[in-house]
């Protein structure tokens, strides 16, 4: 039986961990719990972060929302700042695990997890947004695409949690897009998945485009050259074809259990021609 540690305060977390340095840090423990069942870790004891409220809810911060690192999927879903600014980290939400995960399950987890498949993982790409790390005398704010460096990789330091998200309000965009491709149409974890961020003028002309593919590399891959392939250009079958290339030649995925590489790179192409259906 292992001792869990359950603090109501970032003083009361720092106390426990200066007494139990090797205990495990979690919230939601849906990635957590299933490593320790396989046998994978086996930390002495755990320290929960459920209960701070510090470390939850989210808020306007300027052009950003700061999003606490334990706030659930399923607060996020609800939570109308969220849903007005940053719709695409919605729709991805809405696909993630099943109801029982998005209960636990937080944002914060989802990131620390670094899985190259995880769901909000392309939208944060998109939105630009930062982590803000902490530790007991001081803090920092890291970009999330310098803060992933691999799958089950990140740059948090010793003795330091994610506090909260940084996403950059996505309202100069008027399409936000969000789709992955899974082996069954629920609970599935992504061959492939795809945010797009789209602004298109009046005349339905590109003028910006932010686009993160997710599953096709060791970390969340963007194009630069497909959406320097779509500015300036309608969202038309033939441009999107031309970005596409880009995409394809872009993106390094593997063969795995779910799909082999070929079928990945292919579908990394053809996701982004699905915006043509949204626009």
């Given at each position: ?9 970032l003083a009361d977390l720092w106390r426990h961990w200066e007494n139990e340095p090797a205990a495990a840090v979690y919230a939601g423990g849906t990635d957590l719990f299933v490593k320790m069942r396989s046998g994978a870790i086996n ?95 001081d803090s920092r704010r890291l970009a999330v695409k310098d803060f992933l460096v691999g799958p089950g990789q990140t740059l948090i330091g010793q003795g330091e949690i994610l506090a909260a998200v940084w996403a950059r309000k996505a ?109």
């Open positions: 039986m292992k001792n869990v540690f359950l603090p109501h305060s930390p002495p004891s755990l320290i929960c972060l459920e209960r701070i409220e510090e470390l939850k809810g989210a808020e306007e911060k300027g052009d950003f929302i700061r999003i606490g690192s334990c706030a659930t999927h399923a607060h996020l879903l609800e939570n109308s700042l969220v849903r007005k600014h940053l719709p695409v980290l919605v729709q991805a939400i809405k696909v993630l695990g099943s109801p029982a995960v998005r209960n636990m399950g937080t944002i914060g987890g989802n990131l620390c997890a670094a899985s190259p498949a995880g769901d909000t993982l392309p939208p944060l790409y998109a939105l630009d947004a930062e982590v803000e790390l902490r530790r007991q005398d309202d100069g965009y008027n399409l936000h897009h969000y789709e992955k491709v899974g082996q069954r149409k629920a609970l599935a974890i992504s061959v492939v998945s795809l945010a797009s961020l789209v602004r298109l003028s009046s005349a339905g002309v590109v003028e910006n485009v932010r686009l993160a593919w997710g599953s096709v590399g060791p970390t969340i891959v963007m194009c630069p050259e497909a959406e320097k392939a779509l500015i300036g250009k309608r969202l038309t079958l033939e441009t999107l074809r031309k970005a596409a290339v880009y995409a394809r030649q872009a993106v390094s995925p593997i063969s795995d259990l779910r799909a082999d590489a070929g079928y990945r790179r292919t579908l990394a192409g053809n996701l982004l021609l699905r915006l043509l259906a949204c626009s």
